[in-house]
C-alpha cells in the first residue's frame, strides 16, 4: 500500500497531508462522461513511471480483509497528519469499502478526512464527524440524484441551481494555506483543469 504526502499543491505541506489514491476511472462507478473524458487524476498515471501501479496495489490492497488493520497501522508507522485526503484519483467502488475507510476514520479521530465523490448510491450515514464528504457535480451530472450535503462543483455546473452555484466558494488552489474544502461546511466550486 502507497500513502502520498503531497501533490503540487502540496509540495511544502507534507507534515499536514497524507493522500490515498486508487486508479482514475476503473475505480470510479459513478463517474459521467465528462468526468471520465476530463479525469485531471489520469496525467499523473500517464507521465509519472509507477504512479498507476502504485494505484492498482492500493486498489487490489483495498479488496483485502485485512485492508482496515492495514491502512491503519501504515497511517500510524507514517505518522498521521491533521488532513487526511481520500481519493485524489478514484472513488468509494462499493458500500463495504466506504465503510472500511469510515472505520479507518474513527481510528484518528485527531485527523480530518475528506474526499469528493460521485458515487451518490452510498449510504453514507454512518459517515463519523472527522470525515468531510463532498458531492462532485459537474455539468452533465444528474442531480436529481445528488445527496443531500456539501458540494463540489465543477466547472459551469450553474444550470444545476443558480443561486447554490453563486454562494459556492471558489477554489484558490492552494490547499496548504486554504484548507477551505475540510473546514467550509458549506459548497465549493473548481475550475475544470
Not at 52 to 61: E, G, H, I, S
Not at 138 to 153: E, I, Q, R, S
Request: contains cysteine; glycine residues 6%; proline residues 8%.
Amino acid at each position: 500500500m502507497y500513502i502520498s504526502r503531497g501533490n503540487r499543491k502540496l509540495e511544502k505541506a507534507s507534515r499536514l497531508f497524507l493522500i490515498w489514491n486508487l486508479p482514475a476511472v476503473e475505480s470510479c462507478p459513478g463517474a459521467t462522461p465528462m468526468c471520465r473524458r476530463r479525469c485531471y487524476a489520469r496525467k499523473a498515471e500517464r507521465l509519472y513511471r509507477g504512479v498507476l501501479d502504485a494505484r492498482k496495489r492500493n486498489m487490489a490492497a483495498t479488496r483485502r480483509p485485512d485492508f482496515v488493520p492495514g491502512i491503519v497501522a501504515l497511517i500510524a508507522k507514517t505518522g498521521p497528519r491533521p488532513y487526511f485526503r481520500v481519493h485524489e484519483s478514484g472513488d468509494f467502488y462499493s458500500q463495504e469499502y466506504l465503510d472500511a475507510w469510515f472505520e479507518v476514520a474513527r481510528a484518528f479521530p485527531q485527523t480530518k478526512f475528506l474526499a469528493y465523490t460521485q458515487s451518490f448510491h452510498l449510504d453514507f450515514r454512518e459517515r463519523p464527524p472527522n470525515f468531510v464528504i463532498r458531492f462532485s457535480v459537474w455539468p452533465d451530472t444528474d442531480y436529481t440524484k445528488v445527496p443531500c450535503g456539501p458540494l463540489a462543483f465543477v466547472g459551469n455546473s450553474r444550470h444545476h441551481d443558480p443561486a447554490r452555484f453563486d454562494a459556492a466558494v471558489p477554489c484558490r488552489g492552494k490547499c496548504a494555506s486554504c484548507l477551505l474544502c475540510w473546514e467550509h461546511p458549506g459548497d465549493v466550486r473548481f475550475k475544470i483543469h
